[in-house]
């Protein structure tokens, strides 16, 4: 075989890797929608961690509320990106969830990964349990988003279940809009 066919065949399979990777990386953005207020979406605003009510006509809103979801920074479980912040991640400090630019740092790395288990709430949802702080959970306390330990209430459980929903970048809230 003469080298530039090697070479055309090369190119041809390295291409196919490539879309093939995009198509793979696309099927991993989402919304995550809250069970207890199916109206609320997680999203980043002003750099932190909220739910909100997401309406069709909210683009900012639908940008905030959309993540891909990639391998753990801390090199298990996942990671929360930005779609409209690329390379900035959802993680806590001082429990606080936050909207924070990657650092190249342990600590950072696992106070931005999280382990996707079983709903608390509803088996077919889910929650997400910190790397670095186990047996804590992303949960909403007024609508904001905190690292928290169950308490044992049913409230908890509810307030740290999320329902992986369609991204909302591309799909329309999956609630009714006035």
């Known amino acids: 075989m003469a080298w ?3 070479w055309s065949r090369a190119v041809a399979v390295g291409t196919c890797l490539l ?8 099927q991993a953005i989402n919304s995550f929608r809250s069970l207890n207020y199916p109206d609320r979406y997680i999203r980043h605003r002003m750099s932190l961690g909220y739910i909100d009510p997401i309406v069709a006509n909210d683009k900012l809103g639908r940008k905030d509320a959309t993540f891909r979801i990639v391998p753990g920074l801390a090199g298990k479980c996942r990671s929360f990106e930005s779609v409209n912040y690329p ?16 650092a190249d740092e342990q600590l950072y790395k696992e106070d931005a ?5 079983e709903g608390l709430a509803n088996s077919d949802a889910r929650s997400f349990e910190s790397v670095n702080y186990p ?22 459980k509810k307030d740290a279940t999320f329902v992986i929903s369609p991204a909302l970048t591309i799909h329309g809230p999956s609630t009714p809009v006035d």
């Open 4 to 6: 530039s066919t090697q």
């Open 19 to 26: 879309i093939f990777s995009q198509a793979s990386a696309a």
């Open 87 to 102: 390379a900035h991640y959802l993680r806590h400090q001082n429990y606080r969830l936050k909207l924070h630019k990657l």
């Open 113 to 117: 990964t999280f382990c996707f288990v």
């Open 135 to 156: 047996k804590h959970y992303i949960r909403h306390s007024n609508f904001e988003l905190w690292l928290a330990q169950p308490d044992g209430s049913a409230l908890f």
